[in-house]
Structure formats: C-alpha cells, structure tokens
C-alpha cells in the first residue's frame, strides 16, 4: 500500500485532519500509540458500566460555528452546560461556591448586605456582565475591591494553581488564570460559548465515525518514531524516501530525541472510584481550592447524562511534573518565555522538512481546547488540499 499522507496521532489533531484528507482523495496512513482513537478525548465503559473519560473530564465548548458544523457530522450531541463549584472549609462545615466566583458566590460568601455593596462597587468599577482576571482584580486600589480580591485569590486560586503548576498564579502565565475569570453575572455555567455539549454516544464514537473511510488506515499500538526518520531535509518511512505531507501531533521534543532538551510540561494522576449511589456530588466538577491534595473531582453521569441507577464513578486528579518516564502522558504545556524559546528550537529544526507539520496541543505545546485543536487542523488539512480555509 502506498500513501499520500501519513498522519502520527490520533486525537482530534490527528482525526480531523485525516478525514479532511481522506474526502479530498489522498491516501493516509495514521500512526497511533495507543491502543485506542481519540487522544486525550478517548472514553469508555468501566467496569461497572458507567461511561468514563480515561484521561480526564472533557466537554464540548467552541464559538466556532465551522468547528461545531463539521464535528456535528460524525456525532449527535446532548446539550450539557457544565457547572463547577468550589468546595472549600467554612464556619459550619464546607460550603460550595460557583466557579468562575460570580455574583451568586460573592452572595454566598459574604451574606446579602455586605455582597450588595460590594457587587455595587464592582459594576460601577467593570461594568455588568465583566469578565475581569484575578490578577486584574488584584490591582484594585479601592480597599474594599482589594479585601475581596485577596478573598477571591486565597479561597479559589493560590491553592489549586499550586497544585496545578506548582507555582503561584503569578508566576504562571496569565493567561492560564484568566481562563477562569471573576465574573460580574448570575450565570454559574463555566462557559459562556454558542455551542456546548457531549457526543451522545460518547467522544470515541465519534473519533471512530470520522477515521471510518475508504482512504484511511489505522494502525493502533505504533509508534511513529520507530517508522519516520527525519534526516538532511528528507524523511524516510521505513528507510525508504517519503516525499508526502507527515503530520505529527506527539511531543515536538520527543521527536526530535529532546535533542536541545526536554520541554517541561505537567502531567496527572487519575483516582477513578465507583460508589454503590445514583450520585455522590452536587455538580460534573468540584474544585479543591482551599485544601486536598487532589485539584478536582468529576463525576461523570453529570456530563454524560448516563441512566444507571445505583452507580456512579467520579475521578480525582492530582498534577505534578511530568518527567518523561514510561507510561507517563505529558498533559499540559508550560508557557514561559524559556519554554518559547525552547520550543522555537524545536519548531525550527521541524522548518528543515517543508514537508513535515506539527499540528495539536503537544506538537505545538500550546495550551488548546478541543475546538482549537479542530479549527487548526481544518486549516491545516485545507491548505495541504488547496482549498481556502473560509
Ligand atoms: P491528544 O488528544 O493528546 O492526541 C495526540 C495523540 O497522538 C495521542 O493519542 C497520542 O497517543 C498520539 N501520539 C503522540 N506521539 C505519538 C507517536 N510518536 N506516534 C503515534 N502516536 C503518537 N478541551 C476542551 O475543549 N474541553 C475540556 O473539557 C477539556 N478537558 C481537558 C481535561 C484534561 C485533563 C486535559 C489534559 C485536557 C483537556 N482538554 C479539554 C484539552 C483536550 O484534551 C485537547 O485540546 C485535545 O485532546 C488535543 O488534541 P490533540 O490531538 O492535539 O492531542
Ligand atoms: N483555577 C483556579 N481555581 C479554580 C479553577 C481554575 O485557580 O477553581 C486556575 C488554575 O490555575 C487552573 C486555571 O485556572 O490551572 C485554568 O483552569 P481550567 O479549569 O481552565 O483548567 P483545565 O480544565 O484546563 O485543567
């Protein structure tokens, strides 16, 4: 068999750009490590029937009509609206707030009076319907916008950030905790976007409907390191010349034999548990953010929506450093300007082969969801087959 296109992945960086491939008539091979499709959006039954997310809880969000319309091909979607809350030691035991914190918590955590005036200061300060940072909200110089930002910043970030990164939110990269901003609204959802929702029959159906094609050929369990080698400007499949497009969406580093060094990034611990109950949590997700050493705990027939009385299966996650020991998954790049500069070398050395594309969240070490990750590679697909991207 011979190939246009060979493809080393098969998450949606992988998938969607084999698809998109595949329907303009080039051949593809795809390489996947794993034994499964579906990257870090893999899901499966456990052993007591409930559908969990292997890798961690994952959910549909994008203001991307394009990203929506072409994922909407290969899956039905239930409408979910996910909602967090942080669960964090009170007078009389532990309460829960919304997070993004919101005008509703501000209530929660400081009582009607107290939070009326304080909701006043804050609309009068950034306007209804805000989205202001936390590091934002630290630079408030009205003292009581100060004392509630410190509030904010000691019940909800400090300690779950240096779980996450070890570090503190202001040594990581701003934009990290602006994805969960104080919001100056009623709305508890976590996100605010146009579409929102879970693949009905689940994420790796839907990875399975999309790689289903005449045109592509999946090997699972294969490495695409052991088949590719990148040498003066040629690369070579299995020894031999491959003069086709490659698009990997491993670790750049990793492919390159980390040959300026390794990129840091931090990877997670999962803790699945299953409880003889219809359900144990109030909401999908729960943040730890005053105490625990785990960050989160989801319980998935929130998100999934799953009918199964007497059962349910929550994950913890604990995050550290990833080392790069076997079986251990790099999940979250690390965004500093030494790790840009870094990974400059790496995405350099990649230019060498015009033929070569790094392409998804590894590859590119950015901090992506879904729907960036689909919207690059139909670019990217696009422009390999010579059709405008819009
Ligand atoms: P991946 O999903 O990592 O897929 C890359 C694939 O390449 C993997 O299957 C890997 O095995 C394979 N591979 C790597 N190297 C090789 C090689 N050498 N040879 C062969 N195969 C190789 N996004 C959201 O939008 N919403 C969420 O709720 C959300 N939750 C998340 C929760 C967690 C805990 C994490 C870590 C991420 C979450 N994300 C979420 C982000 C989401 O996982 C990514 O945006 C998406 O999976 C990236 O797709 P990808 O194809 O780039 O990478
Ligand atoms: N964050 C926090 N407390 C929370 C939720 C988020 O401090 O209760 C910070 C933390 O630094 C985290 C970042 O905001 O890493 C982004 O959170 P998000 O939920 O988007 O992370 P992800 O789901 O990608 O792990």
Known sequence: MTYDSIIAGAGFAGAVTARVLAEAGRRVLVLEQRPHVGGNAFDCLDESGILIHQYGPHIFHTNDKTVFDFLSRFTVWRTYEHEVVANLPAENGRMELPVPFNLASLRLAFGPERSAQLQEKLISAYGAGTKVTILQLREATDPALSDLAQYVYDHIFVRYTMKQWG???????????????????????????????????????????????????????????????????????????????????????????????????????????????????????????????????????????????????????????YTGADGEIPYYAIANADTAALYAKYAEKAAQFPRLHLLGRLAEYRYYNMDAIVAGALALSRKLIGESAC
């Open 167 to 321: 570090q503190t939110p202001e040594e990581i990269d701003p934009a990290v905790t602006a994805r969960v901003p104080v919001f100056l609204s009623e709305d508890c959802r976590y996100f605010q976007d146009t579409y929102q929702g879970m693949p009905l029959h689940g994420y790796t159906a839907l990875f399975e409907n999309m790689l289903r094609h005449d045109n592509v050929d999946l090997r699972l369990n294969t490495d695409a390191r052991e088949h590719l080698r990148f040498e003066n400007g040629t690369i070579l499949l299995d020894g031999a010349e491959f003069t086709g497009d490659v698009i990997y969406s491993g670790p750049a580093d990793e492919l390159f034999g980390c040959c300026f060094g390794r990129l840091p990034y931090r990877t997670l611990d999962f803790k699945f548990e299953t409880f003889p109950a219809d359900v144990v949590q109030s909401h999908g997700t729960v943040n730890y953010t005053m105490d625990e050493d785990y960050t989160r705990i989801t319980e998935f027939k929130h998100l999934t929506g799953q009918v199964r009385p007497g059962v349910t299966t929550t994950v913890k996650e604990y995050s550290r450093a």
